[in-house]
T-cell receptor, first 116, second 108 residues
């Protein structure tokens, strides 16, 4: 299994531009999570999906952030417009059915986002 | 107060030493706990789960003290390859909350 796949690995953009981060969870996993990691705030949960349905998006910073999961094998996190304070590593993670409390998360390699 | 708190370190220890990290949590409804390991510029990976009083896996021992609301991770006979950031995680209400991590540096 290839694991959780994220793209791009690195993204450098200018303030005001739209940024789209992509994630392919592990096949068969039914929960998908988007996290953001910074030195100051550590790992923060932004949103998670269960069976493609958004369950908790209380961690999404503001309306500039949106996430979708159109099918079981693909999710996007979009920032529009981007701001320098959005610079961080964005991780996608998935967990499998039967992991009733979403205990074991499998993380992707992350997207390093830099907004200039 | 953060829900999960850790000493950020770094803990600098010589190879072969025993080192322990503590992690405190504020949510008394927390059901289970985990230690994740994160190497520099890499993703976090599950190291150990802690369901009841503790768990042992080779050189690693995790203990839970519900009365005092803390979890510890003990690493015996430290190896250079143990150098990483160790993230304490609690599970409450079907959600995982990560601590800020403790950085460990094992020196030759």
């Amino acid at each position: 299994d290839a694991g959780v796949i994220q793209s791009p690995r690195h993204e450098v953009t200018e303030m005001g531009q739209e940024v789209t981060l992509r994630c392919k969870p592990i096949s068969g996993h039914n929960s998908l999570f988007w996290y953001r990691q910074t030195m100051m705030r550590g790992l923060e949960l932004l949103i998670y999906f269960n069976n493609n349905v958004p369950i908790d998006d209380s961690g999404m910073p503001e309306d500039r952030f949106s996430a979708k999961m159109p099918n079981a094998s693909f999710s996007t996190l979009k920032i529009q417009p981007s701001e320098p304070r959005d610079s961080a590593v964005y991780f996608c993670a998935s967990s499998y059915p039967g992991s009733a409390t979403n205990e074991k998360l499998f993380f992707g390699s992350g997207t390093q986002l830099s907004v200039l | 107060r953060k829900e999960v708190e850790q000493d950020p370190g770094p803990f600098n220890v010589p190879e072969g030493a025993t080192v322990a990290f503590n992690c405190t949590y504020s949510n008394s409804a927390s059901q289970s706990f985990f230690w994740y390991r994160q190497d520099c510029r890499k993703e976090p990976k599950l190291l150990m789960s802690v369901y009841s009083s503790g768990n042992e896996d080779g050189r690693f021992t995790a203990q839970l003290n519900r009365a005092s609301q803390y979890i510890s991770l003990l690493i015996r006979d430290s190896k250079l390859s143990d150098s990483a950031t160790y993230l304490c995680v609690n599970n409450a209400g079907n959600m995982l909350t990560f601590g800020g991590g403790t950085r460990l540096m094992v020196k030759p």
